[in-house]
């Protein structure tokens, strides 16, 4: 058998090794850990790299090793570094499709040429948080990279200091992205298809009324807190013929042109946050006749009318797959159990901070939404939907499921809900303070395919109760909750395929129950002890060099080891750092 398993070409392996790549990329890392052939294969399979700052260099070897990539992730670099690193993707090999700075420092205008230049298949361009972005940089992008079809420059810092002084006589193009440089973008990026410009401030219609007239290809946009207004929304949905995905916030949608969503005919993801929503809106959404997936009303103004229009919406759309009516206070569990009838197609459902909400609701629609897979409850009022008999209905499609913030929730609530949901992978039950370790430990007998369990602000859960081997978690989030050593104990043996934990504030934990995580936890990747006040920065080294697995040790600022120790850490493939 050894035999043929060697003769087996490589191209078989790699098929194989692809298989379990999609069920999940943790499964390829003891294929590459068996021998160097297996590693090689597994290390064409990689398109997507994620780098954060701080790491070893030079990362030029990271490119070498997986030759395939199309997509960079770079975290939270400094200038300095950041540089270093565009020089080793510009000079490798790289087709790079996508790239993404996310928390980075601004770049030198050259470094944006130089990227323009040399990636000429890049399409995807990701600026989330970057600092020093202005309608310089803007213009210099579009200038140097004509085929990007998707940017994202939301939030971005341009932190200038807090002396008012030093911003005086400048103009707003030079402290932020301004209506000047979207309008320059948008004659340059004519294949531009996706845009976010959520956070820059200075924006207003002009920079929408360029991007529709410009952009004729454009089928995504987000622009949330901007200074845009109903004019600008109703020119994009007017002329913007083709946008598919639209997502706005703070506009009165009373003073929107009626014929504006019925030119909108594509629009199949409506998301709309803080707004003022009348229900003649909601109407009119149900005569235009779009091809609906999506939507969302969220936080949003409405009258007392306004379960009528959402009543008449999703009766319309019937194969909606997504509903997010966060903030919608007026809804009750009469009239979920209405709405319910009409959602059967639905995948994913968020109902965050509607407070007259109960566990009615979440078995219904459990009961009438065969497809959902994420259920989102928080802030709600689990746990007070009184003793009236429940038809609990098992729902085998239920994936995810956030209950935090639900102060009523009890043991018995939750050991109800986890009948419904026996294939649940992800838990959050976040500052559910009825919850006791009794609770958490009969959910997980019910489930036993969690992955992600967070039990964070919850002082009452010490530990996740014993039983057999929970072999599919491995992210455990249990920031400023009662675990302690004897809940490591526990967590150690039970879950022995963690990779990361978070015990940020746990008072509890020290060097007894740690030696115990990371004797069994062989996988275990990341651990944050901030503010674990009694382990000590001494047991850094010996936890680095006892779990080689470990890639993050997150500590406290005032007990983190020398700058020379950390070097030493990080050179072993340890990253010690504080929040």
């Given at each position: 058998m050894?035999?043929?398993?060697s003769d087996?070409?490589?191209?078989?392996?790699?098929l194989i090794f692809?298989?379990?790549?999609?069920?999940?990329?943790?499964?390829?890392v003891?294929?590459s850990?068996t021998?160097?052939?297996?590693l090689?294969?597994?290390n064409?399979?990689?398109t997507?790299?994620t780098?954060?700052?701080?790491t070893?260099?030079?990362?030029?070897?990271?490119?070498n090793?997986?030759?395939?990539?199309?997509?960079?992730y770079?975290?939270f670099?400094?200038?300095?570094?950041?540089?270093?690193?565009?020089?080793?993707i510009t000079?490798?090999?790289l087709?790079?499709?996508?790239l993404?700075?996310t928390?980075t420092d601004g770049?030198p205008l050259?470094?944006?040429?130089?990227?323009?230049?040399r990636?000429n298949?890049?399409?995807?361009?990701?600026?989330?948080?970057?600092?020093?972005?202005r309608?310089?940089?803007?213009?210099?992008?579009?200038d140097?990279?004509?085929?990007?079809?998707?940017?994202?420059?939301?939030?971005?810092?341009n932190?200038?200091?807090?002396?008012?002084?030093?911003?005086?006589?400048?103009?707003?193009?030079?402290?932020?992205?301004?209506?000047?440089?979207?309008?320059?973008?948008?004659s340059k990026?004519?294949c531009?298809?996706?845009?976010n410009?959520?956070g820059?401030?200075?924006?207003?219609?002009?920079?929408l009324?360029?991007?529709?007239?410009?952009c004729?290809?454009?089928t995504?946009?987000?622009v949330?807190?901007?200074?845009?207004?109903?004019y600008?929304?109703?020119?994009?949905?007017?002329n913007?013929?083709?946008?598919?995905?639209?997502?706005v916030d703070?506009?009165?949608?009373?003073l929107?042109?009626?014929?504006?969503?019925?030119?909108?005919?594509n629009?199949?993801?409506?998301?709309?946050?803080?707004?003022?929503?009348?229900?003649?809106?909601l109407?009119?959404?149900?005569?235009?006749?779009?091809?609906?997936?999506s939507?969302?009303?969220?936080?949003c103004?409405?009258?007392?009318f306004i379960?009528?229009?959402?009543s008449?919406?999703l009766?319309?759309?019937?194969?909606?797959?997504?509903?997010?009516l966060?903030?919608?206070?007026?809804?009750?569990?009469?009239?979920?159990?209405?709405?319910?009838?009409?959602?059967?197609?639905?995948v994913?459902?968020?109902l965050?901070?509607?407070d007259?909400?109960t566990?009615?609701t979440f078995?219904?629609?459990?009961?009438?939404?065969?497809l959902?897979e994420d259920?989102?409850?928080?802030?709600?009022?689990l746990?007070?939907?009184?003793?009236?008999a429940i038809?609990v209905?098992?729902?085998?499609?239920?994936?995810?499921?956030n209950?935090?913030?639900?102060?009523?929730?009890?043991?018995e609530?939750?050991?109800k809900?986890?009948?419904?949901?026996?294939?649940?992978?992800?838990?959050?039950?976040t500052?559910?303070k009825g919850?006791?370790?009794?609770?958490?430990?009969?959910?997980?007998?019910?489930?036993?395919?969690?992955?992600?369990?967070?039990i964070d602000?919850?002082?009452?859960?010490?530990?996740?109760?014993?039983?057999?081997?929970?072999?599919?978690?491995?992210?455990i989030?249990a920031?400023?909750s009662?675990?302690?050593?004897?809940?490591?104990?526990v967590?150690?043996?039970?879950?022995?395929?963690?990779?990361?934990?978070?015990?940020d504030?746990?008072?509890?934990?020290?060097i007894?129950?740690?030696?115990e995580i990371?004797?069994?936890?062989?996988?275990?990747r990341k651990?944050n002890?901030t503010?674990?006040?009694?382990?000590?920065?001494?047991?850094v080294d010996?936890m680095?060099?006892t779990?080689?697995?470990?890639?993050?040790?997150?500590?406290?600022?005032?007990?983190?080891?020398s700058?020379s120790?950390?070097?030493?850490?990080?050179?072993?493939?340890?990253?010690?750092?504080?929040?």
């Open positions: 050894a035999k043929s398993c087996l070409p490589d191209e078989c392996w790699e692809d298989r379990l790549h999609k069920l999940h990329h943790s499964l390829l003891s294929p850990l021998c160097k052939r297996f090689s294969i597994t064409t399979l990689r997507h790299l780098i954060v700052h701080p070893t260099f030079p990362i030029s070897t990271l490119f090793r997986f030759p395939n990539l199309d997509s960079v770079l975290r670099f400094c200038s300095e570094d950041l540089n270093r690193v565009i020089t080793d000079t490798s090999n087709n790079l499709k996508t993404d700075f928390g770049l050259e470094s944006w040429r130089l990227i323009g230049s990636m298949n890049l399409r995807v361009l990701i600026c989330l948080g970057l600092e020093k972005l309608d310089i940089e803007l213009v210099v992008i579009a140097s990279m004509p085929c990007l079809e998707e940017l994202d420059i939301s939030y971005p810092v932190d200038f200091g807090s002396d008012h002084d030093e911003l005086e006589g400048r103009s707003p193009g030079e402290v932020g992205v301004t209506d000047s440089g979207i309008e320059v973008l948008s990026l004519r531009l298809r996706k845009i410009l959520t820059n401030e200075f924006l207003t219609d002009k920079s009324i360029a991007l529709s007239t410009n004729v290809y454009l995504e946009m987000v949330l807190n901007c200074s845009v207004t109903e600008g929304i109703e020119f994009v949905m007017s913007s013929t083709k946008l598919s995905v639209l997502s703070e506009i009165d949608f009373d929107l042109d009626d014929c504006s969503i019925r030119c909108a005919r629009i199949s993801s409506l998301a709309i946050y803080n707004s003022k929503v009348p229900d003649e809106y109407n009119l959404l149900v005569k235009a006749d779009i091809p609906l997936k939507f969302t009303l969220s936080y103004m409405c009258s007392q379960f009528s229009g959402i008449s919406l009766d319309k759309y019937r194969s909606l797959e997504s509903l997010d966060d903030g919608i206070n007026l809804l009750t569990d009469e009239n979920m159990s209405s709405l319910s009838q009409c959602l059967s197609a639905l994913t459902i968020s965050d901070c509607c007259n909400l566990e009615s078995f219904k629609l459990a009961k009438e939404c065969p959902l259920i989102s409850m928080g802030g709600t009022n746990g007070r939907g009184g003793d009236t038809d209905v098992k729902n085998p499609r239920i994936k995810s499921l209950l935090e913030n639900n102060s009523n929730l009890s043991d609530c939750l050991a809900l986890a009948l419904v949901c026996p294939n649940l992978e992800a838990l959050v039950v500052s559910c919850i006791t370790e009794k609770g958490i430990a009969d959910f997980l007998k019910s489930s036993s395919n969690v992955r992600k369990l967070r602000e919850c002082g009452g859960i010490k530990n996740i109760g014993s039983g057999f081997e929970l072999l599919k978690l491995d992210f989030g920031t400023r009662g675990i302690n050593d004897d809940g490591l104990v967590i150690g043996n039970r879950c022995r395929g963690l990779l990361n934990l978070n015990l504030g746990c008072f509890g934990v020290t007894v129950g740690l030696k990371l004797k069994n936890c062989e996988r275990l651990i002890l503010g674990c006040l009694n382990v000590s920065k001494e047991v010996w680095v060099f779990r080689p697995s470990l890639r993050e040790i997150i500590l406290s600022h005032s007990s983190l080891p700058e120790q950390r070097e030493l850490f990080l050179r072993h493939g340890c990253l010690v750092s504080s929040e």
